[in-house]
């Protein structure tokens, strides 16, 4: 054993302050607080964080390509229904969609509002899981022919369900002799979506193909490939692959281009978040030194007579050591149980505080998703726990080697 009976007894004894030694057993048990509070916040945050990340880049993936192909002189891409049985058949990719995409205003029961309109075939529109799985009324079947889906949240700003009719107008008119007169089109709804992210469910409209082609006039053109690749994390080798089969033809654009200073600013913000909740450790760690220096001082005959009797300072030095590690330690495991049980149940925990104060904590206007997602990275948790014991533990060597350099002699005197 590294320590004694005999030093954990006199180290314990040392915690539990009497009663004129009440001030050093507050700034201990703050120092015990602090370190759980650092410790259950880093964990928390740094779990919401990863949640964030990961609900965002799997919905923005499940319903956008990990690769777009454009017509590299701009406008429509002609021929593709060749080009895509060729990349069909590229190494990595899984899946190619032919896409139509516009800006559009929408427009129903007396309110308009701007949209994003998509045409993609029916059966793309059904192997696509994200929004097959998430339509909320209607099916996914229902979806083709001349009847389009719109998300959950436009057809409750409009007032839609399923068989109603929604209105479209084209950016661009038909010119005549009188001006330019807008464009017109009204589609049956099929189906109604809810992929959880409040943009898409605000704001998308899907055609059928050969609708969205005449709606905006493109011809028997696309204006994009969608790929989908078997590991979109390691893109650039699905990226090069595709890039020489369009060489010359098509631009490629992959989802971190798109995406970039999106998930730039989330990775920015979680390396700040990491530093900031750091220093609520290490605040409590300097909690700890000081404690430990007052509990030195107050202790400094008890030292001097243990030293009499036989006592090494080596023993004196991890008696000290140990009080001090003994609150590091205690604040590290309580803050790791509280963080993790926060981070588990923090869905749970947010709709309740809002039934009990009435307030909405988590607006996906804001916040883009309806959930609070929390998703534990247990190599950071890990991470957070080494790091706050660390702190604990070189916060009690300064204290406790000054409690061994202490001459009995001199503190006998001055006592």
């Known amino acids: 054993m590294i320590f004694t009976a005999f030093e954990r007894m006199v180290a314990m ?9 009440g001030f050093i057993s507050v700034i201990a048990g703050f ?9 259950a916040t880093l964990i928390i945050v740094m779990s919401v964080m990863n949640g964030f990340r990961a609900e965002l880049l799997g919905r923005v993936l499940g319903l956008n390509g990990h690769l777009n192909v454009y017509n590299a002189r701009g406008g429509p891409l002609p021929d593709f229904d060749v080009l895509t049985g060729t990349l069909r058949n590229t190494p990595g990719v899984v899946n190619v969609t032919p896409t139509v995409e516009g800006q559009a205003l929408v427009s129903a029961r007396g309110v308009a509002s701007g949209a994003v309109v998509r045409g993609v075939r029916a059966e793309d529109f059904r192997a696509r899981p994200t929004l097959a799985r998430g339509v909320v009324r209607g099916k996914a079947e229902d979806f083709g022919e001349d009847r389009i889906a719109i998300g959950s949240r436009m057809a409750q700003r409009l ?10 107008i084209a950016p661009q008119g038909n010119v005549t002799a009188f001006g330019t007169v807008p464009r017109l089109r009204s589609y049956p709804i099929g189906a109604i979506f ?26 028997d053109a696309v204006t994009s490939l969608e790929i989908f690749v078997q590991d979109p994390v390691q893109i650039r080798a699905a990226r090069d692959a595709v890039q020489s089969v369009v060489a010359g033809v098509g631009r490629v654009v992959d989802w971190q281009q ?3 200073s999106f998930f730039t600013a989330l990775q920015v913000e979680r390396n700040v978040m990491f530093l900031i909740l750091s220093l609520i450790i290490m605040v409590a760690a300097f909690n ?31 008696i000290f050591f140990l009080s001090g590690a003994s609150i590091g ?13 926060f981070a588990l149940n923090i869905e749970t925990i947010r709709q309740a505080i809002q039934a009990l104060t009435g307030t909405n904590l988590f607006s996906a206007e804001i916040y883009f998703l ?28 300064y204290p406790s080697w000054r409690a061994a350099r202490l001459d009995p002699v001199e503190a006998l005197r001055y006592e």
Do not use: C, H
Request: no cysteine; net charge neutral; charged share 20%.
């Open 13 to 21: 004894r040392y915690l539990r302050a009497r009663r004129q030694e």
């Open 31 to 39: 120092s015990l607080l602090g370190i759980a509070l650092g410790v």
């Open 159 to 168: 007032g839609l369900s399923v068989g109603d009719q929604l209105t479209l």
């Open 194 to 219: 809810d992929v959880g992210m409040f943009e898409y469910d605000n704001s998308f409209v899907f055609l059928p193909l050969e609708e969205a082609q005449a709606f905006f006039r493109t011809g």
């Open 258 to 260: 798109s995406n970039s």
């Open 288 to 318: 700890i030194i000081s404690s430990l220096i007052m509990l030195v001082k107050d202790k400094g005959r008890d030292i001097a007579i243990l030293r009499t009797m036989g006592a090494t300072r080596g023993m004196i030095m991890r």
């Open 329 to 341: 330690v205690t604040g590290t495991l309580l803050g790791l149980a509280l963080g993790v049980s």
């Open 370 to 397: 309806s959930q609070l997602p929390a998703r534990i990275d247990w190599s950071e948790v890990t991470q957070v726990t080494l790091m706050a014991l660390g702190l604990s533990f070189a916060a009690t060597i």
